[in-house]
């Protein structure tokens, strides 16, 4: 059970701002870095990085390539917490996956 929840709203509301820093592939990278650190700290709450990646990419805050820069990413830097993060999001990449497959079909 997770006493951690994502305020989707607050993030909803702050979608353009965010937008506005998080403007290149790059930023997305650090971005999503920030949210694996985070996750460390707090010792890695179940489904929290799942509710962030979801709303984010909701929003168009990070677009698909920077999930799937993160994902391969091989960083030695940013390796910390990087294999839990990874399997918490494995349903998100897995939804990316098909529902890219899916528009490439359509």
Do not use: C, H
Request: no cysteine; net charge negative.
């Amino acid at each position: 059970d997770n006493p951690y929840k994502v305020d989707t709203k607050e993030i909803t509301q702050r979608a353009k701002l965010l937008q506005r820093y998080i403007k290149d592939e790059q930023k997305e990278l650090q971005a999503l870095y920030a949210l694996q650190g985070l996750m460390v700290q707090m010792e890695q709450p179940p489904n929290l990085l799942r509710m962030f990646f979801d709303v984010l990419y909701d929003e168009d805050v990070i677009k698909e390539e920077g999930f799937y820069r993160w994902e391969s990413s091989k960083d030695p830097a940013e390796q910390q917490g990087k294999g839990v993060a990874l399997k918490s999001v494995t349903a998100f990449f897995t939804w990316l996956r098909e529902a890219e497959d899916e528009s490439d079909n359509s």
